[in-house]
């Protein structure tokens, strides 16, 4: 794949210009009547699902169906952590899986999609909690994820900013830090894999809303959408906090619940975090984008929800805690606020593979890890709906485990108490 390269002088002409002389990234095609493989949701999922379907099993007659617009949904609601850095080793496979494809994303995509790998960095406040932490620590590294266990002195060596006052609030005992772990910009990773799955032939539909499942002997053959009836070979479902509600238009049920998660940001100021910050007792994480942004995250609202939105009560208490975290941000002036819809599983792992009906294939459920997950996820469906197999990290994560109890339980491996 070639790109041109644009002079500053021409950048800004097309930008005061209103873009006018750039082709789109990807096309704007009409949907067609058939398709081998349908992917709906074109979010990171959903693209990269498609892209490596193209790239790695040759199967290019593919649609990405939309209901609103590429990135509209969770991709662009996150706070861009990347990190693999999981107690149980499926959940660490797969996350590095997808951490290893972050890493070489740029290459392959030919996109650059801003990987910084800073390191993440999460705290221990107390000495229970350091003991935990140096147990997982130990897990982590017997499944080959790469993590160190730090002392208080270490912490601040790496932080200096945090609050290690004597009379601190949320007083720091340690930590332990994954150094591959990071942030990449959420926009350019969905950009990337829509102009490189486009360039392969798949066709990205977007404003294209799945209304119903044609199902014929228990089987998927094709889709009721906004914009017409188009048949299918195979569909892969990959919608984030919505997949309960895809899932009852084809006539089953998910053992899933959707959570608003919120974040904010602040006003820019001067780089001074060269870190991820994870705080597991405040609920809060924070990094500072490239934009001199900090990009504050809280936990889920504990409600089921479909609201893109903050509340103020959740605002108020992670920015309680952030603060005192980090006594130099009690000033800062918040930017603007948002949600993202996290599908939640009861074990709080993701389920991936066949659904109850024949030819529907499942990404769901990765509640507050979709964003780190999207290279894994994307190259693990694809694989499936290819081969009609699971690959061998995905086959941990079937949906039949809540049948036979092998549960895969993150809810503390996830870093944050949801």
């Given at each position: 794949?070639?790109?041109?390269?644009?002079?500053?002088?021409?950048?800004?002409?097309?930008?005061?210009?209103?873009?006018?002389?750039?082709?789109?990234?990807?096309?704007?095609?009409?949907?067609k009547k058939r398709y081998d493989v349908i992917v709906?949701?074109?979010?990171?999922?959903?693209?990269?699902?498609?892209?490596?379907?193209?790239?790695?099993?040759?199967?290019?007659?593919?649609?990405?169906?939309?209901?609103?617009?590429?990135?509209?949904?969770?991709?662009?609601?996150?706070?861009?952590?990347?990190?693999?850095?999981y107690f149980f080793p499926a959940s660490a496979r797969i996350y590095d899986l997808a951490l290893r494809l972050y890493e070489g994303l740029s290459d392959d995509l030919n996109f650059n999609i801003m990987l910084s790998q800073r390191g993440l960095l999460t705290l221990a406040h107390s000495d229970h909690a350091l003991e935990l932490a140096a147990r997982s620590v130990n897990a982590m590294l017997i499944n080959g994820i790469d993590v160190e266990l730090l002392s208080a002195s270490q912490v601040q060596a790496e932080v200096p900013l945090l609050n290690f006052a004597p009379d601190a609030r949320f007083p720091i005992h340690?930590?332990?830090?994954?150094?591959?772990?990071?942030?990449?910009?959420?926009?350019?990773?969905?950009?990337?894999?829509?102009?490189?799955?486009?360039?392969?032939?798949?066709?990205?539909?977007?404003?294209?809303e799945v209304t119903g499942f044609r199902i014929e002997g228990g089987r998927v053959v094709g889709l009721d959408t906004t914009r017409g009836s188009v048949e299918a070979g195979a569909v892969g479902m990959a919608v984030a906090g919505h997949s309960g509600q895809l899932a009852a238009k084809a006539g089953f049920e998910l053992p899933i619940l959707s959570y608003a998660l919120q974040a904010m940001v602040s006003e820019p100021i001067k780089p001074m975090l060269d870190t991820v910050v994870m705080s597991p007792t405040t609920g809060a994480y924070v990094s500072q984008s490239d934009k001199g942004e900090m990009v504050i995250g809280a936990g889920l609202d504990l409600y089921p929800s479909y609201a893109q939105r903050g509340n103020l009560v959740g605002t108020r208490t992670i920015l309680a805690g952030l603060t005192e975290l980090f006594p130099s941000f009690r000033r800062l002036k918040m930017m603007r606020q948002w949600a993202g819809i996290v599908d939640v599983c009861w074990d709080y792992s993701p389920i991936i593979g066949p659904s109850p009906v024949d030819g529907l294939y499942l990404n769901?459920?990765?509640?507050?890890?979709?964003?780190?997950?999207?290279?894994?996820?994307?190259?693990?469906?694809?694989?499936?709906?290819?081969?009609?197999?699971?690959?061998?990290?995905?086959?941990?994560?079937?949906?039949?485990?809540?049948?036979?109890?092998?549960?895969?339980?993150?809810?503390?491996?996830?870093?944050?108490?949801?």
């Open positions: 794949m070639t790109s041109r390269r644009y002079s500053i002088t021409e950048i800004v002409r097309q930008g005061l210009g209103g873009h006018q002389g750039w082709a789109p990234a990807w096309r704007m095609p009409e949907l709906i949701g074109g979010g990171g999922h959903g693209l990269a699902t498609a892209y490596y379907l193209a790239k790695n099993h040759g199967t290019t007659n593919v649609a990405v169906l939309e209901k609103g617009w590429i990135g509209g949904g969770n991709s662009g609601r996150n706070t861009t952590i990347i990190r693999s850095n340690g930590g332990y830090i994954q150094r591959r772990g990071g942030i990449a910009r959420h926009d350019a990773v969905v950009w990337g894999y829509a102009r490189a799955a486009d360039a392969l032939g798949v066709d990205i539909i977007q404003g294209c769901c459920g990765w509640g507050t890890g979709g964003f780190k997950a999207i290279p894994g996820g994307g190259y693990v469906l694809a694989h499936i709906l290819a081969t009609g197999r699971h690959h061998e990290f995905s086959a941990p994560f079937d949906l039949r485990r809540f049948e036979t109890g092998a549960l895969i339980d993150e809810a503390a491996g996830a870093g944050i108490a949801h």
